[in-house]
């Protein structure tokens, strides 16, 4: 068997080869993918985009595996066609994601990112540092599967009201974890700091655009550690410059790494970092655990435990 890999931890890499031939590779661009997928029998992919064109000439290949959960860096209906499984690592990255996301959102609020910076560079101007607090102010979630109600579970010491929108989720299952299920509408209008945690599809592609962020208020706060597209840049460029939003949190990028002129990362109250909301010891050891042993699964012939279609 003739595996291909992004880079993975050494643990992953023994895992792979107890069942075959494992190829490192790090250039990901559209061409040297095509080269590489060619004769491979799997690939475990973080990043790279699995396109239609990539897997109509991987003759061989019996499963795409996203190190990760969010799969929309790969063609899953072309692949079900072909007969190929995809597999994912779901849930195993969730704490990481919600703890980190609640660091956003101090790190935001509480303009520490700015502190930090101040004292680095030998100023002390606290007047200038005024933050929210959080306590009674409302937080709308928009995606309450795995990691949405992680964050709704964690943050409640800090006595926020919640809100969450979600067209697959019930009220009761809301409730359950202290949230109020609201239309998108009243979520962007009520709340403070919005953070989201759904997936990239084409239903969500642009779901926050100029219509929605004209809805919420000046003085809001939005994170995103979900995927870029989710929201229009454009639109989100047009509010942070018209004051329209208080500040923004990024993890996750269009393109990653960002270009380094990028006119969104050069605006004032944009916070940035280098999508690691899942970047933990443990949550990196787990994964390629995981999805290492599901590959190896395939390639013996046998079902995958985390399949996200089916062949
Ligand atoms: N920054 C990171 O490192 C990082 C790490 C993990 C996950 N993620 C992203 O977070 C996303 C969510 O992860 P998860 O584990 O919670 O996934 P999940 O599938 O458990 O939950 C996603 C939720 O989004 C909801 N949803 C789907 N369409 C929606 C819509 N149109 N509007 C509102 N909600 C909608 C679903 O009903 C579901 O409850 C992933 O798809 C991935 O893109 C990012
Ligand atoms: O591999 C990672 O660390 C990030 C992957 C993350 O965005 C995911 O979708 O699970």
Known sequence: MYIITEPLLDEGLKILRTIGEVRVIENTNPENLK?????????VVKFARITKECIDVAHHLKVIAKHGVGTDNIDVERATERGIWVVNVPAANADSVAE???????????RIPEGVQQIKEGKWERESLLGL???GKTLGIIGFGTIGQKVA???KGFDMKLLTYDPFVS??????????LVDLDTLLRESDIITLHLPLNKETRGLIGERELKMVKPSSFLIN???SEIVDKKALISAIKEKRLAGVALDVFET????SNDELLALPNVYATPHIAAMTKQVQEN???TVCSDVVRVLKGEAPVNAINRV
């Open 225 to 227: 550690a979900a995927r």
């Open 287 to 289: 994964i390629v655990r």
């Open 256 to 259: 990653e790494p960002p270009p």
């Open 100 to 110: 980190f996301t609640i660091g956003l959102i101090l790190a935001i609020t509480r």
């Open 171 to 180: 009220k009761e299952k809301a409730a359950e974890l202290g949230a109020v």
């Open 35 to 43: 080269a590489e997928i060619r004769n491979a029998d799997a690939i």
């Open 153 to 155: 579970r964690k943050i």
């Open 133 to 135: 607090e959080l306590t």
